[in-house]
């Protein structure tokens, strides 16, 4: 395995190289730094609404029993 940069951009920094040993980011920092906004909800995967969907009632719950 090399340590040669790769030629795409970093997914974090988006401006060092790629570094094989931590693609798709340039460095363990930009790998850590993605991870912690990952965990801390920086991102977020946008949703269609918001009523929750197991709110609605379908129509097998009618004679569904608990047990």
């Known amino acids: ?8 951009r970093c997914a974090y920094c988006h401006a060092a ?11 363990a920092g930009c790998r850590a730094r993605d991870l912690n906004a990952w965990l801390s909800d920086r991102y977020v995967i946008p949703g269609g609404s918001d009523d929750d969907e197991l709110s609605a009632s379908s129509p097998l ?5 608990a047990g």
Request: aromatic fraction near 8%; charge should be neutral.
């Open 61 to 65: 719950d009618k004679h569904d029993e």
């Open 17 to 27: 190289p790629v570094a094989q040993a931590f693609r798709p980011f340039c460095s």
């Open 1 to 8: 395995m090399s340590s040669k940069p790769d030629s795409r």
